[in-house]
């Protein structure tokens, strides 16, 4: 046996059969769907049942994350746009064209979290551009949350299809 056979045995690139994939792609969507814009989803829960305090720190850390997302945006977002845009394709490409299964576990992972990067930028205007407060900051973090959760459960979906389906094909020969 060679150097390469050898780690390539202990990686194993065949991604859709290992079990750390589909822990990562747990902890993925469960981690993007506590934390909107940056505040965890409890402050949420909490500055509507206590009011006073809660309220103000929801506030306040919203802001902040809000601001910051903005003025990345501001600074940078056309050069992160090319960027992700061109780390897409590529693993659209590595994957689906040259069949590097490696390339499409991670496209399958990260296209749906562009889209939940633009669902918080869209949803950080909008709170900026109202200057929400109160309950109509939780409604916005609410709606963003929803949205989150609608992308994970396809982005799922479709990632464990197309795992049978890569286990199936792969499998048979």
Known sequence: ???LHIIYEMIELRSFSN???WIALAVLWSSASHWILGVPYDMV???QRKGGQAE???EDITRVNVNRMLYIAEVSGPWLVALSCFALSALATLGFVF???IAQAVFLLAFPMAVVGLISYFTARRIAGEAATGETLRKRL???RLY????GVISIVVTAFWGMYQNL???AF
């Open 45 to 47: 829960h909490r500055a």
């Open 1 to 3: 046996m060679d150097l």
């Open 19 to 21: 079990l750390w994939y």
């Open 56 to 58: 103000r720190d929801l």
């Open 142 to 144: 609410a709606f963003c």
């Open 169 to 171: 094909t792969i499998g």
């Open 99 to 101: 069949l590097l299964e």
């Open 148 to 151: 989150v959760q609608f992308v």
